[in-house]
């Protein structure tokens, strides 16, 4: 049972493209997030969402847009896809009232031609 | 604002020896949380050991222990015995309780263990 699946695990898409990323847990968790790896392996955070709410909003282009229909789902929305969206994109979860880190999906590497 | 700072873009150890890779924080409030991740050629991140700042003692599991020294706000880990299988990217993070759960990852230290 993966506690944390993100799909898909690969996306190749061309330039102007609409793309859309679904993350999931099992594990209980009321918090979700997602994070960007660039290619120099940086990981920033993107979004986080508590209870269906959004939390945490980093300076991203308004291209990405997040979704959380309840808190066991993340969904990352990408319109306009440009080449500098390329990179490793990860979802991760964690318990608001027991923080001792997050628990990491496998990834979806994003890459843009 | 919280920051992480890794020295070490890449180090080698020997297979069997112990490795500490170094890792420093700066913040302004006084709760706060430390972790290690280890992410290997397949990509995913694993948790490897968290030091709360109240902790009396550095937290260890298993090889991983953390060497946690507060007052040069340093948090370095360390791999006893290690294997091949250690040969991975570290990251060292931090997390604040001032303020929602955002943790804030270092650059990372790629870790390679020669047989």
């Known amino acids: 049972d993966t506690a944390v699946s993100q799909t898909p695990k690969y996306l190749v898409t061309q330039m102007g493209n609409d793309k859309s990323i679904k993350c999931e847990q099992n594990l209980g968790h009321d918090t979700m997030y997602w994070y960007k790896q660039d290619s120099k392996k940086f990981l920033k955070i993107m979004f986080s969402y508590n209870n269906k709410e959004l939390i945490i909003n980093e300076t991203v282009p308004n291209r990405f847009s997040p979704k959380s229909p309840d808190k066991a789902h993340l969904n990352l929305h990408i319109n306009s896809l440009e080449l500098g969206d390329s990179a490793v994109y990860f979802c991760a979860s964690s318990d608001s009232r027991n923080f001792y880190g997050y628990t990491f999906g496998s990834g979806t590497r994003l890459t843009v031609v | 604002a919280q920051k992480i700072t890794q020295t070490q873009p890449g180090m080698f150890v020997q297979e069997k020896e112990a490795v500490t890779l170094d890792c420093t924080y700066d913040t302004s409030d006084p709760s706060y949380g430390l972790f290690w991740y280890k992410q290997p050629s397949s990509g995913e991140m694993i948790f490897l050991i968290y030091?709360?700042?109240?902790?009396?003692q550095n937290a260890t599991e298993g090889r991983y222990s953390l060497n946690f020294q507060k007052a040069r706000k340093s948090a370095n880990l360390v791999i006893s015995a290690s294997q091949l299988g250690d040969s991975a990217m570290y990251f060292c993070a931090m997390r604040t309780y001032g303020g929602y759960q955002k943790v804030t990852f270092g650059i990372g230290t790629k870790l390679q263990v020669i047989p």
């Open positions: 030091q709360g700042s109240y902790d009396q």
